[in-house]
């Protein structure tokens, strides 16, 4: 069950880590693909399905194309969370 944001964005810190090759990102509920050098369209696929497989759940369509920034992730992320 997920309950807390604290522990979502450090499982979330360590899935970019992986995602984008880089020990040095450190994610925000503000940061965007703008803030991430490699985070273009393919990386955002590839970055999705590694957090749906951390969180185990899939996200919707329109959640994934709706997402502005990573606090929009955590915020879906805890929602599910709940259930």
């Known amino acids: 069950m997920i309950t807390n944001k604290n ?3 450090k499982r979330l810190t360590n899935v970019f880590r992986d995602v984008f090759d880089d020990d040095s990102i450190v994610i925000s ?3 965007t693909s ?3 050098e490699d985070w273009d369209s ?4 590839n970055l999705v399905g590694a957090v ?3 969180f185990g759940l ?3 369509m329109k959640e994934v194309s709706g997402m ?3 606090g929009e992730m955590i915020n879906i992320i805890c929602e599910r969370g709940r259930k």
Request: glycine fraction near 0%; charged fraction near 45%; aromatic fraction near 4%.
């Open 42 to 45: 393919i990386e955002h696929i």
């Open 29 to 31: 509920e503000s940061t």
């Open 52 to 54: 749906e497989d951390e």
């Open 7 to 9: 522990d979502v964005v």
């Open 58 to 60: 899939r996200f919707k």
């Open 34 to 36: 703008a803030d991430i």
């Open 68 to 70: 502005k920034n990573v």
